[in-house]
């Protein structure tokens, strides 16, 4: 995303990034992180809802802070950390939730 950030507006580089991880995230998330050993359409459709809050959360907020003078890529930067967090907080809580 880093490379993209410079040539495309924010929108559609954090655009390409999630679904570069929709498609390779749902299964190793599901199966190799969380250790579902059936992933179901109900899994698929919460991962992307949250690829989409996740999207959304990424580009609006780079676009907020690097409105304060910071380049995009910094921004971006800055919020991988905490975006991880929610993401792998809503995945193991929500999306990839096993049934006890």
Same mark, same amino acid.
Do not use: C, D
């Given at each position: 995303?880093?490379?993209?950030?410079? %040539? /495309?507006?924010t929108i559609y580089?954090?655009?390409?990034?999630?679904?570069?991880?929709?498609? *390779?995230?749902?299964? %190793? $998330?599901?199966?190799? !992180? %969380?250790? !579902?050993?059936? @992933?179901?359409?109900?899994? +698929? @459709?919460?991962?992307?809802? +949250?690829?989409?809050?996740?999207?959304?959360?990424?580009?609006?907020? /780079?676009?907020?802070?690097?409105?304060?003078? +910071?380049?995009?890529?910094?921004?971006? +930067?800055?919020?991988? /950390?905490?975006?991880? %967090? /929610?993401? $792998?907080? @809503?995945? =193991? $809580?929500? !999306? *990839? =939730?096993? =049934?006890?």
């Amino acid at each position: 995303m880093q490379i993209l950030l410079i %040539f /495309i507006p924010t929108i559609y580089a954090t655009l390409a990034s999630q679904i570069f991880n929709f498609i *390779f995230g749902f299964y %190793f $998330y599901g199966k190799k !992180v %969380f250790k !579902v050993n059936h @992933l179901t359409k109900n899994h +698929l @459709l919460r991962y992307f809802l +949250l690829n989409i809050l996740i999207w959304n959360l990424n580009w609006l907020i /780079i676009e907020q802070i690097s409105f304060t003078g +910071l380049s995009k890529n910094i921004s971006s +930067l800055m919020i991988i /950390i905490p975006l991880g %967090f /929610i993401s $792998y907080i @809503l995945q =193991k $809580y929500i !999306v *990839f =939730k096993i =049934k006890t």
